[in-house]
C-alpha cells in the first residue's frame, strides 16, 4: 500500500498541477475566476512549463497505480443503490477497451432487478453475496467459435479485457466489485435470456463495499516476468 509520504505528496503534485493547467488553459485561475493571461500563457515561459507537465505526468502515474492497489474483490455490499452516473461512466469505460479487429465482439447485460440477481447467485454456484450486490453486469461474448490467429479463442481474451476495465473505473468511482467465473452457463444463460449463439464469459458483482480491503499476497516481478527469452 502507498505510504503516507506516498499520499501527501501525490496531494500536492495533484493541487499543484491542477491548478496551474487550469490557469494556463483558460487564462483564469480556477475556482476564482481571476484573469491571469491569455490561454497558453505559462507554456510560453518555458523551464517551468515542462516542470508543470512533469508534475501533470507524476501526478497520473502515482493516481494510477494507487487505484490498482487500491482494487479488491468485494464479497460484502452496501444496499445503497448505484447513481445512474456512476454506472455510465463504468460502461463506458467498458465500451473503450481494445478488442481484436474492430469486432467489438460484447454485450453486457446490466442486472439490477433483485429477483433476477438472486437467480443468479444461484446460478452461480449460490454465491449470496452476488443476490446482495445492487449491480450484477455479465459479459457476453457474441463470437465463441472465433479462434485468433494466434490460436486462442478472442471471445475471452476481448471481454476480459473490457471487464477489467469496467472494474478499474468502478474503483475509480468508490466502488467495488468481484469478478465471478465459477458458475453454471447453461443457468446463467437462461436466467438472462442469452442466446445459444452467444456465451457468458464472466460475471461481475457492482455496488459501494461492506468490507475492508485485505492485504494483497502476489508473487514478486523476479518470479513471474523474464526478459527477451523465456527463462
Not at 501533470?56 to 494510477?64: E, L, N, T, V
Not at 494507487?66 to 456512476?86: K, W
Not at 453486469?137 to 494466434?150: E, F, K, Q, S
Request: proline share 7%.
Amino acid at each position: 500500500m502507498p505510504s503516507a509520504g506516498h499520499g501527501s505528496g501525490m496531494r500536492v503534485i495533484d493541487a499543484v498541477a491542477a491548478f496551474v493547467s487550469q490557469a494556463d488553459r483558460t487564462g483564469y485561475f480556477d475556482r476564482t475566476s481571476t484573469w491571469c493571461g491569455p490561454p497558453g500563457w505559462l507554456s510560453s515561459i518555458g523551464p517551468a512549463a515542462r516542470l508543470i507537465r512533469t508534475a501533470y505526468k507524476m501526478r497520473f502515474i502515482m493516481d494510477f497505480l494507487e487505484l490498482v492497489t487500491s482494487r479488491y474483490s468485494v464479497r460484502s455490499y452496501q444496499p445503497r443503490p448505484v447513481e445512474q452516473d456512476r454506472l455510465d461512466r463504468i460502461l463506458e469505460a467498458a465500451r473503450l477497451a481494445p478488442f481484436g479487429s474492430n469486432r467489438q465482439p460484447w454485450k453486457f447485460v446490466v442486472v439490477r432487478d433483485a429477483e433476477i440477481r438472486r437467480r443468479l447467485a444461484a446460478a452461480c454456484w449460490n454465491q449470496q453475496f452476488i443476490a446482495q450486490a445492487p449491480v450484477v453486469i455479465a459479459g457476453v461474448g457474441l463470437t465463441p467459435d472465433r479462434v485468433m490467429r494466434c490460436d486462442v479463442p478472442g471471445d475471452p481474451v476481448d471481454v476480459a479485457i473490457a471487464m477489467e476495465h469496467l472494474a478499474l473505473a468502478a474503483t475509480a468511482e468508490g466502488l467495488g466489485t468481484c469478478w465471478i467465473g465459477a458458475f453454471h452457463q447453461d443457468q446463467v444463460r437462461e436466467v438472462l435470456g442469452v442466446p445459444e449463439s452467444a456465451k457468458v464469459i464472466e460475471v461481475m458483482t457492482l455496488g459501494y463495499p461492506a468490507d475492508s480491503p485485505r492485504p494483497k499476497d502476489r508473487k514478486p516481478i523476479s518470479e513471474i516476468a523474464c526478459y527477451d527469452r523465456w527463462q
